[in-house]
């Protein structure tokens, strides 16, 4: 007899625990489990109602729906039943209530609280303890699973998130490994990186901070646009990689030369005045005292003053001159009249005008030409201008104390150009300086000493010329010993209309 | 000194469960008993079931309402709670009895105390572990040192010698059976409970207890290293109750049989001391 009824209840029991793994199967979250946890009560023990409350006596879940069956009018005994992890039932009124806690390992999970209508049997009581039992083991393990799914989607939502922020950088950014790969590149970089000059630079870079341990910057110039590449070391594991930041720096260095220019046009107002007020000065000095001593003066001294004041009203012009075509030029008004000259009488011309300039200055100077005419389609008083600019400079820039002080001119014929050199022995121009005496403003001595006077346009005044006749000019020169000035000009205009 | 065989002829002298127990464990172990049934067989003794009752509303218990009727008891408390409270009822007797022969002179308050020491840190130990079956383990520590009542029954002047020995010298009392060769209190407990007709992972924990290591393919592996582990773990924190005086002995297979981590351990002993602070209800019975 015992025997027939343990092997029934074994039965009984490997189907419940059959049709309950089935059920596992498709099971993804905790509400799921705790469904099929009521479905399986249900079968053991047909209890009238079902009311499951998680480890904080919250989120009831009931059979039928939506009633909880007043749970809280046991609250007393729920309290003591997971307290004790007990497994007890009540008789209330004509129902029997069952307390099953769901316990894992030594911690309650939660409680399953059954309306039962007769006492259950101890087989019943085992059975509800041992699938409440698997029931909360599972529900945990899933739990945990969606904690843990949510903590991977959490992580690659910030990985994301810090993603999108590198890549509206500006700059772009790479990372780069001991094994000299790049593990990671921004947007800006995966746009930009088909630039191999770059990038090569930016791994020589990367691979000195990942020898190194420290950080390492550098500039490059490519298709005329300026680099600046920082790399920083960073400890990933227990190798170094490099953080490798490449910005495009062409609109800081613009910015930089604006605001020299600024400062320069500042320097040239005071300049300026300066080199005006000198002459006028000598001018009103000399006709003041002409005009105080009329009767006694002498007619040799008439002369002297009055050849002063006039040398130095046609000072006056030249720098109002020079003015007048600097303005012009940032107005992009200044015209070449062209018309076909014999460029050898326009340089020996000015040489010539000169001559005298360079004798008070105890400088040598003398012109040499191979060809005697050197026909071009030019504007002669522009060239002129640029010739009596150059000589007067070399003469200027003469050092005072020295012998043999020498301006030398010289003109060649190209295959389809003229080449006019102006070469001298006087101060040179500092190595550092040489790539800026063209530009406007530019005196090597900026300071205020005004130990030599000058507008510092006269430069750039040639370099505009010279280019707006389609040609180039540059210097080669070592300080203490001189300066060469080149000017090559195109004989004819070749389609270039002069006028830009 | 005295062979085995001679020993387990004297067990017929020791009280084996009366009736009612018997009639208790077995339906406590049957699947279709019903709460009725167990308490009618209960309220055959009324002795036995007034000392029920009074275990089932002790302070260890907690219950929030108070239980009048054995029914109640049985329904809140669980049909092996209830067997377990007859069958301490029972040990106690057992171990109080009045003995024909001289008396041992041992403090058997104590190792009463010990036994329901040792049930408690059991069904705590099971419970932290995520055992489903709590109240197994508390019958399984309750009887784990029967063999000593057995040997105090059959032989008050032994179990004298024994004790001189393990509280002298302080020593083990396994220590002193072997120094005295005489039969372990765990082989005689074992044939005691196997003839009481209690089931085997009782028999298995009773021989078992303190080599759970030759019982690691045993079903009851686990149980018997529960039962180890509480014993120690008592045994250090009240020396001698149990009659050792030595450093208790852990063996190291229990903790793998159960995974045990340190860290759960002391969760357990801490459990433990709120739980050994209630249990006055049984020790003073």
Known sequence: ?500 | MASIEKMIDKLEELPSPDFIVQRIISLASDPNTSARELAEAIMIDASLSAKILKLANSAYYGIPRKITVLNEAIMILGFKTVRNLAMSVFTYGALFQKSKREDSGIDRRALWRHFVYVAVASETLGEILGYPVKEELFMNGLLHDIGKVALDVISPKLMKALHKITSEKKRNFIEAENLLEVPSHTLIGAKLVEKWLLPEMVVQSVSGHHNPDLYIDSINAEIIAIVHIADVVINIMHPGDSLSYGKPELNHEALNILSLKPKILSKFIDRLKDKLEKVDEFINM
């Open chain 1, 1 to 500: 007899m015992a025997e027939s009824i343990e092997t029934t209840s074994g039965k009984k029991i490997i189907t419940l625990f059959s049709s309950f793994i089935m059920e596992l199967n498709n099971i993804k979250s905790r509400d799921q489990i705790l469904s099929a946890l009521v479905r399986i009560l249900r079968k053991i023990v047909s209890p009238k109602w079902v009311v499951i409350l998680d480890e904080r006596k919250k989120l009831p879940l009931s059979f039928p729906k939506d009633d909880d069956h007043n749970y809280m009018r046991f609250s007393e005994l729920i309290d003591w039943a997971m307290e004790n992890n007990s497994h007890s039932f009540y008789p209330v009124g004509d129902e029997i209530v069952g307390l099953l806690p769901m316990i894992r390992a030594g911690e309650i999970r939660g409680i399953i609280i059954l309306g039962l209508n007769e006492e259950p049997k101890v087989e019943e009581i085992d059975a509800l303890r041992v699938f409440s039992f698997l029931s909360s083991t599972v529900a945990e393990n899933i739990m945990l699973l969606q904690e843990l799914t949510e903590k991977n989607r959490l992580v690659e939502e910030t990985m994301n998130y810090l993603h999108s922020i590198l890549d509206t950088f500006p700059e772009m950014v790479i990372v780069v490994s001991q094994e000299g790969e790049i593990v990671y590149m921004n947007r800006r970089f995966v746009e930009e990186s088909n630039n191999d000059e770059i990038k090569e630079k930016a791994m020589q870079i990367a691979r000195e901070v990942i020898e190194t341990g420290t950080r390492r910057t550098g500039e490059i110039e490519s298709d005329g646009q300026f680099y600046s590449i920082v790399a920083e070391p960073l400890k990933y594991y227990s190798t170094t990689q490099a953080v490798t930041t490449i910005m495009n720096i062409t609109s800081t260095k613009e910015l930089e030369k604006l605001k020299q220019i600024d400062r320069m046009k500042a320097e040239f107002i005071a300049n300026i005045s300066h080199e005006l007020r000198t002459p006028l000065a000598a001018i009103k000095a000399y006709s003041e005292t002409i005009l105080n001593s009329l009767e006694e003066i002498d007619i040799d001294t008439l002369k002297d003053f009055t050849k002063t004041i006039y040398e130095e009203s046609q000072h006056l012009e030249n720098l109002l001159n020079e003015l007048l075509d600097f303005s012009k030029m940032e107005r992009k008004a200044l015209k070449m009249e062209r018309r076909n000259v014999n460029v050898v009488e326009v340089i020996k011309s000015a040489v010539d005008s000169m001559m005298e300039y360079a004798n008070s200055n105890k400088v040598k100077l003398f012109f040499e030409s191979n060809d005697d005419v050197i026909e071009a389609y030019v504007d002669p008083t522009r060239i002129r201008q640029v010739a009596l600019n150059l000589i007067s400079n070399a003469i200027k820039y003469s050092k005072k104390e020295a012998e043999n002080k020498y301006v030398r001119v010289k003109l060649e014929k190209k295959e389809d150009t003229f080449l006019l050199l102006v070469e001298d022995n006087g101060v040179g121009v500092p190595k550092d300086k040489l790539g800026k005496i063209f530009e406007k403003f530019y005196r090597v001595d900026s300071s205020l000493t005004y130990e030599v006077s000058g507008t510092g346009l006269g430069l750039s005044i040639v370099k505009e010329i010279v280019e707006l006749h389609g040609g180039r000019v540059w210097v080669e020169s070592e300080e203490g010993k001189g300066s060469t000035f080149n000017v090559e000009i195109p004989l004819s205009l070749e389609g270039n209309d002069g006028q830009h």
